[in-house]
């Protein structure tokens, strides 16, 4: 069962293009990392890995995702929230960076440098490096913006060295989203996930051309990533709103 809790969102509007150092807007914080979680409901290690995200979610310049998987699944425990989609992503993460099998829990930042998360000072210290990070040669501006009846907006800045990226929407809810492990290593365990990844569309091929399109029911929040296929996010944006969220229950 997964109980979605009430939560406050940050304010405004975040986007990011991977600037050298933190900035701030009217529209909210540009962001240097993009953080992305590989977790299971089925491993020792991973509600630990969760809360450090968690704690990660809440600095400046950090948008954290949380991915789901099922790699831990034959330990007697089928994880509730995973994706095969997600476990694709994983998987070619771990090609490009020559990782041999899908260390999970995982973390990848930036989509350059991975760690595993049960160690805090090596995720600390690949956080830090990952701020240090200079602007991809390829990077664009990014917008996301809310329209009405939760459709979206987003445009692509003009960049041809960015040709060839993949663009990617993502669809998560801040949380914590809390799920009940009723078997396994975990058994009994309530599990807080947070930035859970609800869904992920591949949109498009970037041609490094000024673009924009719209999209429906990307919610409760929506990312957009423009990343080199498997490999580097050149340029990021992401939608937050205030208020809170209601519970949702899955059985």
């Given at each position: 069962?997964?109980?979605?809790?009430?939560?406050?969102?940050?304010?405004?509007?975040?986007?990011?293009?991977?600037?050298?150092?933190?900035?701030?807007?009217?529209t909210?914080?540009?962001?240097?990392?993009?953080?992305?979680?590989?977790?299971?409901?089925?491993?020792?290690?991973?509600?630990?890995?969760?809360?450090?995200?968690?704690?990660?979610?809440?600095?400046?310049?950090?948008?954290?995702?949380?991915?789901?998987?099922?790699?831990?699944?034959?330990?007697?425990?089928?994880?509730?929230?995973?994706?095969?989609?997600?476990?694709?992503?994983?998987?070619?993460?771990?090609?490009?960076?020559?990782?041999?099998?899908?260390?999970?829990?995982?973390?990848?930042?930036?989509?350059?440098?991975?760690?595993?998360?049960?160690?805090?000072?090596?995720?600390?210290?690949?956080?830090?490096?990952?701020?240090?990070?200079?602007?991809?040669?390829?990077?664009?501006?990014?917008?996301?913006?809310?329209?009405?009846?939760?459709?979206?907006?987003?445009?692509?800045?003009a960049?041809?060295?960015?040709?060839?990226?993949?663009?990617?929407?993502?669809?998560f809810?801040?949380?914590?989203?809390?799920?009940?492990?009723?078997?396994?290593?975990?058994?009994?365990?309530?599990?807080?996930h947070?930035?859970?990844?609800?869904?992920?569309?591949?949109?498009?091929?970037?041609?490094?051309?000024?673009?924009?399109?719209?999209?429906d029911?990307?919610?409760?929040?929506?990312?957009?990533?423009?990343?080199?296929?498997?490999?580097q996010?050149?340029?990021?944006?992401?939608?937050?709103?205030?208020?809170?969220?209601?519970?949702?229950?899955?059985?």
């Open positions: 069962m997964i109980f979605r809790a009430f939560a406050a969102a940050l304010l405004g509007l975040a986007a990011l293009a991977l600037p050298a150092r933190a900035q701030t807007s009217p909210g914080e540009h962001p240097q990392v993009v953080l992305e979680l590989y977790t299971s409901q089925g491993c020792v290690q991973c509600p630990r890995a969760n809360r450090l995200v968690g704690m990660f979610s809440r600095e400046p310049g950090v948008l954290a995702l949380t991915f789901p998987v099922s790699i831990w699944d034959y330990l007697g425990w089928r994880d509730t929230l995973a994706r095969p989609a997600y476990s694709d992503r994983q998987q070619a993460y771990s090609t490009a960076m020559h990782v041999r099998g899908r260390v999970t829990p995982q973390l990848v930042y930036n989509g350059v440098r991975q760690t595993g998360a049960s160690d805090w000072d090596d995720a600390r210290a690949a956080l830090n490096d990952s701020r240090r990070d200079p602007r991809p040669e390829g990077a664009s501006e990014v917008a996301i913006t809310r329209l009405r009846n939760d459709r979206i907006r987003v445009s692509i800045g960049n041809a060295r960015g040709a060839g990226a993949d663009i990617w929407l993502i669809a809810d801040p949380g914590p989203v809390i799920a009940v492990v009723g078997s396994g290593v975990n058994v009994n365990r309530s599990i807080s947070y930035n859970l990844v609800d869904q992920i569309w591949r949109i498009d091929s970037w041609n490094g051309d000024a673009t924009w399109f719209e999209r029911h990307c919610v409760p929040e929506c990312a957009v990533l423009v990343q080199r296929p498997g490999g996010i050149l340029s990021a944006a992401y939608t937050s709103r205030p208020g809170r969220y209601p519970q949702r229950q899955i059985y």
